[in-house]
């Protein structure tokens, strides 16, 4: 069984940066992909960012592109989404899951495995 667990959320001011980790136990997850969705109460969870299972190709949402990077270290399981240039559009719940294979899918549904998720709050 896989676990997941997010840190690094908090409150930042307008135009700061964040970095989210995202630590896996359990199973290794070196032959899956990662993503980082953000959730809006009411809402579907929405993709953000996500990693293919080696790390070589990556993919964001148009809303963030520029701004975050998603890496991983597959040696300590654990794959890290840097936020930078953060307004407060960016305040949501974010979550890491990790896909059902080794490329990156936008579709919440090809994700198996989520963490609790990670508050981000930006002031303006």
């Known amino acids: 069984q896989v676990q997941l667990v997010e840190s690094g959320g908090g409150l930042v001011q307008a135009g700061g940066s964040l970095r989210l980790s995202c630590a896996a136990s359990?199973?290794?997850?070196?032959?899956?992909?990662m993503g980082w969705f953000r959730q809006v109460p009411g809402k579907e969870r929405e993709f953000v960012a996500g990693?293919?299972?080696?790390?070589?190709?990556?993919y964001y949402a148009d809303s963030v592109k520029g701004r975050f990077a998603i890496s991983r270290d597959n040696a300590r399981n654990t794959v890290y989404l840097q936020m930078n240039s953060l307004n407060p559009a960016d305040s949501v719940v974010y979550y890491c899951g990790r896909g059902h294979g080794l490329v990156v899918r936008r579709l919440s549904s090809r994700y198996d495995c989520w963490g609790q998720g990670t508050q981000v709050t930006v002031s303006s």
């Open positions: 359990g199973s290794i997850f070196s032959f899956k992909a």
């Open positions: 990693i293919d299972w080696a790390g070589g190709a990556t």
